[in-house]
């Protein structure tokens, strides 16, 4: 089989494997990680639909790291996807009113990052073997939430790699941040900055671009990555469970072969939603994909006026995994619609970085036509909430009511028809406070750990073990620094002067 090569969106540098692309995580010159053409699936969704989750990671995947042998692949998805996953299916489908949601919080840490941060830290230690890579590997990852916890809990006591997690101290749920610094591992740490999510993964750039710090690194035996999207080995698995959905629902018969699905994700940094781009340019029967936002809607207006302006304030909201205004993984798609030309793709990322905003030329908005985008307000996110709640009993999270809203609303102003999957990426369980506040306004005073025990009774769920381990879990990381002291923060942890 042809080897599968990656580039830099931003066009430096010579072409590299997957595995030194995931090893690496950031292109040198600042740019991301692209495969040069994207694999198509050797398989037919008929065959598809007889796969396990895994089975289907496996053909989805070979496709897009050709360096990886079979054996190395089909061994890191028998790590990620085993029992720390609740249900074998991995990603259940369930059909609620006439939508059907993909759940991807049956992982470790009940967020959809633990379909891709449970295979990740696989991935990166054969990339570092395959590669003769002496080096320690040194994880920097910023997270608005979930990220942080699930690269944790990927990583920890991973032999050859550290990790490091920035999050905002003050824009994160109270469980999200529970569950980060009580995280057990000799390799890690957690540290909290002052600043928000877009600071911290700034901060994460600017680390992984200072070549002087890469030199002392070096020389003290260690090298940086990332488990952040940006990096292929985040995007890769994230492809799966689009192709895995669409395969379940035609043998289920809610899509008939031949129909295309429609999809709404609930967006923050444009991961999840290029990877379902990936699948649909893949060959699955994809058609509109729907990029769902909540109050901080830069990609609404981008979609509507083909200017990314982030120039606005940050607003703090009750989806939290979703309040970012760089969406990192936007560049991907960016250099797609300039036609895979790297200057101009790296002209306007200078103009963002330089003065936060750029405008597409009308030809390149033409070649967004597979996305729409909208958002939702915080009234509209509890409305959903509690809506599909006293309809049908089902209880969602607050990314997903986001979602859920703006596909309600997609068909509606569109009067498209055809079969929607909503994303669902979190547990209700990691936002319990926000769900059962959209519930019944009743329970705004009631205690962190009284609302879990509720929520289970309402919704008839059992308390995901991820819950349980936090009641009583001692806090063992308690760092925080200002925006810009990431630097000695990682030198001290690592012992580096
Ligand atoms: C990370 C996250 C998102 C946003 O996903 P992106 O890939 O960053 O767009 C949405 N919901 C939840 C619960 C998340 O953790």
Not at 140 to 146: E, K, N
Not at 316 to 321: A, H, N, Q, Y
Request: overall charge negative; proline content about 4%; hydrophobic content about 40%.
């Amino acid at each position: 089989m042809n080897q599968l090569y990656y580039r830099s969106t931003r066009g430096a540098g010579e072409p590299v494997t997957a595995s030194q692309a995931i090893l690496q995580g950031l292109a040198r010159d600042g740019g991301l990680y692209v495969p040069e053409s994207i694999p198509q699936l050797d398989c037919t969704m008929e065959e598809l639909a007889e796969m396990s989750y895994p089975e289907t990671a496996y053909a989805v995947m070979k496709q897009f790291l050709t360096d990886f042998t079979e054996e190395e692949l089909k061994t890191c998805i028998a790590r990620a996807y085993d029992s720390k996953f609740d249900t074998p299916e991995i990603a259940p489908l369930r059909k609620v009113e006439d939508l059907c949601y993909l759940e991807l919080f049956h992982g470790a840490t009940i967020a959809f990052k633990d379909m891709a941060l449970s295979i990740l830290p696989h991935l990166m230690t054969v990339s570092a073997r395959k590669n003769g890579v002496k080096n320690e590997i040194v994880i920097l990852t910023a997270t608005s939430g979930d990220t942080g916890k699930a690269a944790l809990a990927g990583f920890s006591d991973v032999e050859g790699t550290r990790i490091v997690v920035f999050y905002p101290k003050d824009g994160v749920s109270p469980i999200q941040e529970k569950q980060m610094v009580t995280q057990k591992g000799a390799n890690t740490m957690v540290v909290g900055i002052h600043g928000n999510f877009d600071d911290a993964q700034s901060g994460v750039k600017a680390l992984f671009g200072d070549r002087q710090l890469e030199q002392e690194l070096d020389a003290a035996g260690f090298q940086f990555s990332s488990a952040n999207s940006i990096n292929i080995g985040r995007l890769v698995p994230q492809v799966v469970y689009y192709v895995y959905a669409c395969a379940q629902l035609q043998k289920r018969g809610e899509l008939q072969p031949g129909e295309l699905l429609n999809v709404t994700v609930p967006t923050g940094n444009f991961g999840n939603i290029l990877a379902a781009y990936y699948a649909k340019s893949m060959g699955a029967p994809i058609g509109r994909l729907v990029c769902a936002s909540n109050e901080n809607k830069v990609l609404f207006d981008f979609f509507r006026t083909g200017t990314y302006d982030r120039n606005r304030e940050f607003i703090l909201t009750s989806s939290p995994s979703m309040d970012i205004l760089i969406s990192s993984n936007l560049e991907r798609l960016i250099y797609k619609v300039a036609g895979e030309d790297p200057r101009q793709n790296a002209s306007f990322m200078e103009q963002l970085s330089r003065t936060g905003a750029y405008t597409l030329p009308e030809e390149m908005r033409q070649r967004l036509q597979d996305f729409y985008g909208d958002f939702t307000d915080e009234a509209g996110t509890a409305e959903a909430i509690r809506q599909v709640y006293k309809a049908s009993g089902y209880i969602m999270d607050t990314h997903t009511a986001v979602a859920a809203h703006v596909a309600k609303d997609y068909r509606a102003q569109t009067g498209d028809q055809a079969p929607m999957l909503v994303v669902s990426t979190a547990s209700p369980y990691k936002f319990t406070r926000s769900v059962m506040s959209a519930i019944d306004p009743k329970y705004e005073q009631a205690e962190d750990f009284a609302l879990v025990d509720e929520l289970s009774r309402l919704s008839g769920t059992p308390i995901p073990q991820a819950i349980e381990d936090i009641r009583s879990a001692p806090v063992l990381h308690r760092t925080v620094c200002e925006k810009d002291e990431m630097w000695d923060v990682v030198k001290r942890f690592l012992g580096v002067k």
